[in-house]
């Protein structure tokens, strides 16, 4: 029975080789399994490989696709700020129309930016003779109906370096100048001595250093021949009460006496046209003549600086061209002494 049973069994032969199923690679070149020999795995190699180039694809286009949204949206972004930047311009100009005008005692007040510099150069003479405290003046110098000067003394064995000014003719009996002033003795062989400070003049006085420089240090290192050659660099920040005095009115107190307003700008100006007409030709043609204008109670003149229009007007009202303060500025002054400025005809 157990020879039956040992002869009835069979017995499957082993292979030579087992190759387990994680270890079998797949060959790009060949397209076969190795350790396999399956035809069906060539046609499933040539599919995955299908299906990875068109995940590549999908995937670049899907990327383009997501730059394209975001550039769009990026040029949104851009266009809603310009937007709201212009509906803030539009605002802050609407709300600047609707401020009031400054007061007269404010109307000439510079912006805080620098309205203008120059350079005030001299060179003076026998410096080394200088007498103690005794002021030696440059030549005056007009900036803007300003005239500025520099002034030098001997303090105290030391150089004392000033620069004044006084406004020729002066809106207001209260005015004041503000600015930054670079004070610069020239050494020889380049050696300068420089100093900077800030000053609001708000009467003829000179601001500077009294001890700017050593007298004997001057002497040795920038004197030649006797002559020291100064500079100063003059930035004017702000200014108040400068400019022509108005002398006569043509605003709505004249109302009563005027039959034409001229505008100028947002100015009006209340006067006569027989007046003006009897004064100058133009006006006669103007406000007298076949125009339109002569038929209207307001004209409007362009191109005109509203300050010019007023002093011509003054001229035409028989106002002088030259008040008090012109004059009594062109009757004093330096011209290098310390006396008065005496003017030649």
């Known amino acids: 029975m157990a020879a039956n049973e040992e002869s009835s069994m069979r017995i499957r032969p082993e292979p030579e080789s087992t190759i387990p199923l994680e270890n079998n690679q797949v060959t790009e070149e060949t397209g076969e399994i190795a350790g396999a020999g399956d035809t069906s795995n060539a046609a499933l190699l040539v599919e995955i490989k299908k299906l990875r180039s068109e995940l590549i694809a999908t995937t670049e286009e899907n990327r383009k696709k997501q730059d394209e949204m975001l550039q769009k949206f990026e040029s949104k972004m851009e266009d809603m700020k310009k937007g709201v930047s212009e509906k803030l311009q539009s605002i802050e100009a609407l709300t600047s129309n609707d401020k009031p005008e400054k007061s007269d005692s404010t109307r000439n007040v510079a912006s805080s930016k620098p309205v203008k510099q120059f350079k005030l150069k001299h060179v003076f003479e026998d410096s080394n003779k200088f007498q103690e405290n005794v002021s030696n003046f440059s030549l005056d110098e007009d900036h803007d109906k300003v005239n500025w000067y520099i002034n030098l003394m001997r303090r105290n064995n030391h150089l004392g370096f000033y620069v004044g000014c006084e406004p020729i003719a002066p809106a207001d009996d209260k005015w004041s100048i503000r600015t930054i002033t670079e004070y610069k003795v020239v050494g020889r062989k380049k050696n300068d001595v420089m100093r900077t400070c800030e000053n609001c003049y708000q009467t003829d006085e000179g601001w500077g250093f009294s001890k700017f420089l050593d007298w004997e240090e001057m002497n040795k290192y920038c004197l030649a021949d006797g002559k020291l050659q100064v500079e100063a660099k003059v930035t004017i920040i702000e200014t108040t009460g400068l400019g022509k005095r108005k002398i006569r009115k043509f605003d709505e107190s004249q109302e009563d006496v005027s039959d034409v307003i001229l505008v100028v700008r947002d100015t009006k100006f209340y006067v006569s046209k027989m007046y003006l007409a009897a004064q100058s030709p133009i006006f006669k043609t103007l406000l007298l003549g076949n125009f339109s204008e002569s038929k209207q109670s307001e004209v409007k003149l362009n191109g005109i600086d509203p300050d010019d229009f007023h002093?011509?007007?003054?001229?035409?009202?028989?106002?002088?061209?030259?008040?008090?303060?012109?004059?009594?500025?062109?009757?004093?002054?330096?011209?290098?002494?310390?006396?008065?400025?005496?003017p030649t005809f």
């Not at 009202?317 to 330096?334: L, P």
């Open 311 to 342: 002093y011509f007007l003054e001229l035409l009202y028989g106002e002088s061209a030259v008040d008090g303060n012109v004059m009594r500025a062109f009757f004093q002054g330096r011209s290098g002494t310390t006396g008065p400025k005496v």
